[in-house]
């Protein structure tokens, strides 16, 4: 698999020097700068893919081309939308790159409660709290009905957490959940993400997974002529939020969306982060079964812990069985490789990494979780992996 790191563009605090240094060939990329829903202008597609390339990398993944919650509610704008997704798709497959993640998540991306929660090592990880999100709920967004979505023990966990807080930890805490955009900062007020909530009051699973498939009813041809694979990313975490549905949480879920559209241009981004965070998620199973489908690769583990809690481990700890993962995509990309597919080398990146040694004396990265010695240390490990179990198979590693 080709090793790639993300790179959010010009304003990432961590340079695409930098990146070549860690060994990794590619980047997964994307114009965050362009408005969710609107189509990416081919010159800044270029500019992009031509300074990737200056630094002796490839911009091999999209990562992502957002979509926007007038498609997933298809509200408003969606039909134009979907225009623009298209227009996009098809002006980065002439540009030559020919992959894109896009996910399917309700209103939030990813969710954490805890972006500097120290491990015993002295580094920083990545956290997840359901009282401290049940704080975010019930206290600063008050949702109506959220009681119900909490426990009782949840609900005196949340209680205490908001009450120990002074008003400016509060809001700090607020802002920081609204706030976490994968290379944006949209400047969500709280009134901005009840109006979003609202819209989705009559959209259960069923008809998000409608608007899903209709999604891709419209944008999977396009892909195919583009010469573009699309990489759905799973719901991160796995399971619904804040009263949303959430339907790209478990290998049930990745089915039918593979079956919306039967296409090798409607895919996965198997990310072992997202999905690893519910043990009844059979990850070496998911790549055994629907690997043939897998079009990029998100790597890192999880701890799981009592009440619901969850943390970003090391690449090789927690709960995520990292040797048997990568053992498996090697298996799947050997496959393909004697099948003669042009897609069998697969871009993986490390998903995420602690923020360790010389990370806490540079500026903060572009996003929670992407700093450069964590996220070296995850991606060396990985080629460790990568290259051990590919000499023991006797494979090559990568192309
Ligand atoms: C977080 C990421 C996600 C991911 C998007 C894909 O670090 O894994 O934000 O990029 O959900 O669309």
Redesign the pocket.
């Known amino acids: 698999m080709e090793e790639a790191m993300r790179w959010f563009g010009p304003r990432d605090s961590v340079s695409l020097a930098e990146i070549r240094q860690t060994g990794a060939t590619a980047v997964f990329s994307a114009l965050h700068d362009v408005p969710y829903g609107e189509a990416w202008p081919l010159a800044q597609i270029i500019q992009r893919r031509d300074e990737v390339a200056a630094a002796g990398l490839a911009w091999r993944v999209v990562?992502?081309v957002?979509v926007s919650e007038a498609i997933k509610t298809r509200s408003g704008d969606w039909a134009r939308q979907i225009e623009n997704y298209r227009v996009t798709l098809e002006r980065l497959g002439a540009a030559g790159i020919g992959v894109v993640?896009?996910?399917f998540?309700p209103v939030m991306?990813?969710v954490r409660t805890d972006l500097r929660h120290r491990l015993p090592d002295g580094s920083e990880a990545l956290r997840y709290d359901p009282a401290k999100f049940a704080a975010f709920d019930l206290f600063a967004l008050g949702r109506p009905g959220a009681e119900a979505d909490w426990s009782p023990a949840q609900r005196a966990a949340a209680a205490a957490f908001w009450r120990s807080r002074a008003a400016a930890e509060r809001s700090a805490f607020t802002k920081q959940i609204l706030d976490l955009f994968?290379g944006v900062r949209l400047g969500l007020t709280i009134e901005d993400f009840r109006a979003m909530l609202a819209k989705y009051a009559a959209i259960d699973a069923d008809r998000l997974r409608e608007n899903l498939r209709l999604f891709l009813a419209a944008v999977v041809p396009t892909a195919e002529r583009a010469g573009v694979r699309l990489a759905i990313?799973p719901d991160?975490p796995p399971f619904p939020v804040l009263g949303l549905a959430r339907v790209v949480s478990t290998e049930s879920d990745l089915r039918a969306v593979l079956a919306m559209a039967d296409s090798p241009a409607n895919g996965l981004?198997y990310?072992t982060g997202?999905l690893g965070v519910r043990a009844d998620n059979d990850l070496v199973g998911v790549i055994r079964r629907l690997g043939a489908r897998i079009n990029a690769v998100?790597l890192r583990s999880v701890q799981r812990e009592a009440d619901g809690v969850f943390f970003e481990a090391n690449h090789l700890e927690g709960n995520v069985d990292m040797p048997a993962v990568v053992q498996a995509l090697l298996a799947e990309q050997t496959a393909r490789r004697r099948a003669g597919r042009a897609d069998w080398q697969v871009a993986l990146r490390p998903?995420?990494g602690h923020v360790m040694l010389d990370d806490f004396r540079r500026p903060a990265p572009e996003?929670p979780?992407y700093p450069l010695i964590g996220r070296l240390r995850g991606l060396a490990e990985l080629r460790g992996l990568q290259v051990g179990i590919s000499r023991m198979a006797g494979e090559p590693a990568v192309g």
């Open positions: 990562e992502s957002p993640v896009y996910n998540m991306d990813w994968p990313h991160d981004c990310c997202s998100h998903d995420h996003c979780g």
